[in-house]
């Protein structure tokens, strides 16, 4: 065994250390009480090979949360950072995953563990799942001590796993394994032996560590529904000073496709000038903005795609852009990129205005944004809407990518021809939609213009509406 670590613990209430109201009288309600009348109830703290230091904070309940007081434990944290070796905060359930999705944002440049713990009964009760819970957080963030690899991110301790704090969800209200994190693996897991998975940690920060102060709560979530009325999403979406909205959309980021609704949220970030981010009520998957007709009305309007990130963190997440001061357009791009490890791809999106021609219509050029690498693709999809030949026969439409030559009788077997759709044309508009990834790894190049061609390869004018090419690129460091 190492050193002995110096572990601040941050009390701020919470199930974890709550007691009857009225001292004495076991019926009456919780309420979150001082530390002082409870630590006698951990008897084994004071065994461990660690200096643990108390900073007690107004002990709420966690349903109490907001974020003032998230930048004050940010704060408290700024404030001891170069006296301790970790922190540990203590913590009810109920916004746990918000505060830890918060503090990953508000941290900047951490090299030292934070874990967010608590209990689902309080540490009073001969039950409770409290002790086990607060001895390997404290084991986890003095790693030295324990001879454990260190994890330099805000993290979720509970119930034998360790997550990365803006992954986690709460899936149970009494489950002693009240946390998972649905779309990432946990950090580690603790049984008979504590064991990190070290593969997936983010890596320390050489950089100084500061703190960020400002959060934006000019921001709100809600879930749509079936049969939601325009006029209530309207006033939602009118609200005073509203600068940004998480939208929780069933399935892969699906709504209604009905004008009304459509309307409203055309309303919101055309003339509203909101950030509109879209995220799935699903516990697990991720948003795919086009990939059904469903969610293809969605992202014509300029609703971004909030990919695999929980609620709480794209909550979280916008009040932090919003706070840094960036403007509209700043925080659509910066939402669908990953920062802390909140989400599993970055999305780059290139919309194309829709033409008509005859046989064949390019597209004016678009520029990829900064920070994107090819090299780094994992996923890649095109989708043509409502393209129309004047004529009814046969189809062939193919799509293709910086290819100034092309013509109707272009090889379509070439890198550069990204997808084909064939078939008996009706004389209604036809949506292409095509899994491009391989092609596009091929032929697209950063620092140059992405055009794109649309031709009729069975030699008749065309005519489309729009088109837009998503790009998926694997995150983290």
């Not at 939609?433 to 794109?452: A, G, K, W, Y």
Request: net charge negative; aromatic share 6%; with cysteine.
């Amino acid at each position: 065994m190492s050193r002995k670590s110096k572990v601040l613990m941050i009390y701020t209430g919470g199930t974890i250390g709550m007691l009857p109201k009225e001292e004495g009288n076991p019926l009456s309600p919780l309420v979150p009480a001082s530390w002082k009348r409870l630590q006698n109830f951990v008897p084994s703290l004071k065994q461990l090979p660690i200096e643990v230091e108390l900073k007690e904070m107004d002990p709420i309940d966690s349903s109490d949360m907001h974020p003032d007081y998230w930048v004050n434990i940010a704060r408290v944290i700024r404030d001891n950072y170069e006296k301790f070796d970790g922190f540990l905060i203590l913590h009810g359930t109920d916004t746990m995953t918000y505060t830890a999705s918060a503090l990953s944002f508000l941290l900047e440049n951490l090299n030292k563990p934070v874990i967010i713990t608590g209990s689902q009964i309080p540490v009073v009760n001969p039950n409770s799942d409290a002790t086990q819970n607060l001895i390997n957080s404290l084991k986890l963030a003095s790693p030295e001590t324990f001879g454990l690899p260190l994890a330099p991110e805000v993290c979720v301790f509970f119930g034998g796993l360790l997550l990365r704090g803006n992954r986690a969800r709460k899936v149970s209200c009494s489950a002693h394994a009240g946390f998972r994190s649905p779309n990432f693996p946990p950090l580690g897991e603790v049984g008979e032996k504590i064991r990190i998975n070290t593969e997936v940690l983010r890596k320390p920060s050489e950089k100084a560590f500061s703190i960020n102060e400002v959060l934006d709560q000019n921001v709100l979530m809600f879930d749509i529904y079936p049969g939601m009325k325009p006029e209530v999403l309207d006033k939602i979406l009118g609200i005073d000073g509203l600068k940004g909205v998480v939208l929780r959309t069933f399935g892969a980021g699906n709504g209604p496709t009905n004008p009304e609704f459509l309307g409203a949220i055309g309303r919101a970030v055309k003339d509203r000038k909101l950030a509109v981010v879209n995220i799935t009520q699903c516990l697990e998957g991720m948003v795919e903005m086009g990939l059904y007709d469903a969610s293809a009305g969605l992202l014509k309007l300029g609703v971004i795609s909030g990919v695999d990130m929980t609620p709480e963190s794209a909550l979280v997440k916008m009040q932090f852009l919003l706070g840094m001061g960036y403007d509209i357009e700043a925080v659509k791009r910066l939402m669908q990129k990953d920062l802390r490890g909140e989400q599993s791809v970055n999305v780059f999106n290139l919309i194309y205005a829709g033409g008509e021609a005859n046989k064949v219509y390019r597209a004016p050029a678009q520029q990829m944004e900064a920070g994107f690498r090819k090299d780094k693709i994992v996923k890649a999809h095109m989708r043509i809407d409502d393209a129309t030949l004047p004529e009814d026969g046969s189809v062939e439409l193919a799509v293709f990518m910086n290819y100034p030559g092309v013509d109707e009788t272009t090889d379509t077997s070439i890198p550069q021809c990204l997808g084909v759709l064939k078939g008996n044309y009706n004389g209604a508009p036809v949506n292409l939609i095509v899994d491009c990834t391989e092609r596009v790894s091929q032929v697209l190049n950063p620092d140059r213009p992405v055009q794109i061609a649309l031709v009729s390869k069975t030699g008749h004018p065309v005519k489309w509406e729009g088109a837009f090419l998503s790009l998926y690129t694997s995150a983290g460091e």
